[in-house]
């Protein structure tokens, strides 16, 4: 069965540093986003993209952050400067559809601790 | 102010019995809700879906109830099992058609053998 993937599984990174966090949707899907998870505490919505473009963004998705497909199969968050509080699980999902009639497929996630 | 609420008090069952979880939205009139499993250290993975002319929704042992005068919705399995473990967690899209999910806090459910 098609899965998003992501990679690394775990980012450790010094406070100030660049930090590019991978992610390969399913292969049909047109319709991409980043959420986070702060240990304890509630998934939240960073972004969609889609057409190259981003859809929405949400108030945590500073200047500090941008997204990327740089080809066919996938697709980054990039965070600029990294600060302690953007210690978090990062999680990519995938829709073959825009909207919320259709389900979101997440990856696995990928650990990013800030020291 | 907008809020999506799930019992934070984890709920531990019987194996065997129904759980029945609960979420409700206030400031938000979504023309639909999603229910996602999380396991820890884990994506969520998507459930049912159901939509607002839509009382109820059915798979395999999962039911979900959405009532939107309630503003609540209701989220059932039926003869448990401890591999039904897991936080469960509600969400919704504000403006129904651009992917942007907005997540509860979720309910941990907890099946004893």
């Known amino acids: 069965e098609p899965e998003v993937t992501q990679t690394p599984s775990h980012q450790v990174t010094q406070m100030g540093q660049e930090v590019i966090l991978r992610c390969v949707p399913i292969?049909?899907?047109?319709?991409f986003y980043w959420y986070r998870q702060i240990l304890g505490q509630k998934v939240e919505f960073l972004v969609s993209?889609?057409?190259?473009?981003?859809?929405?963004k949400s108030e945590i998705f500073d200047d500090q952050f941008s997204v990327e497909r740089p080809d066919g199969s996938n697709f980054t968050l990039k965070i600029r400067s990294t600060k302690l509080e953007d210690s978090a699980m990062y999680f990519c999902?995938?829709?073959?559809?825009?909207?919320?009639?259709?389900?979101?497929?997440f990856g696995p996630g990928t650990r990013l601790t800030v020291l | 102010s907008q809020k999506i609420e799930q019992n934070s008090e984890a709920l531990n069952i019987q194996e065997g019995k129904t759980a029945t979880l609960t979420c409700n939205y206030t400031n938000y009139s979504p023309a639909y809700l999603q229910w996602y499993r999380q396991d820890p250290g884990r994506g969520p993975v998507f459930l049912l879906l159901i939509r607002e002319n839509e009382k109820e929704k059915r798979k395999e042992r999962l039911k979900v109830t959405f009532d939107t005068t309630l503003k609540q919705s209701l989220f059932h399995i039926t003869a448990s099992q401890p591999a039904d473990s897991a936080t469960y967690l509600c969400?919704?899209?504000?403006?129904?058609?651009?992917?942007?999910?907005?997540f509860g806090q979720g309910t941990t459910l907890q099946v004893k053998p």
């Open positions: 999902a995938s829709s073959e559809r825009a909207g919320g009639y259709n389900e979101q497929f």
């Open positions: 292969s049909n899907h047109l319709y």
């Open positions: 969400a919704l899209d504000p403006q129904g058609n651009t992917g942007k999910l907005i």
């Open positions: 993209f889609y057409n190259n473009e981003i859809s929405e």
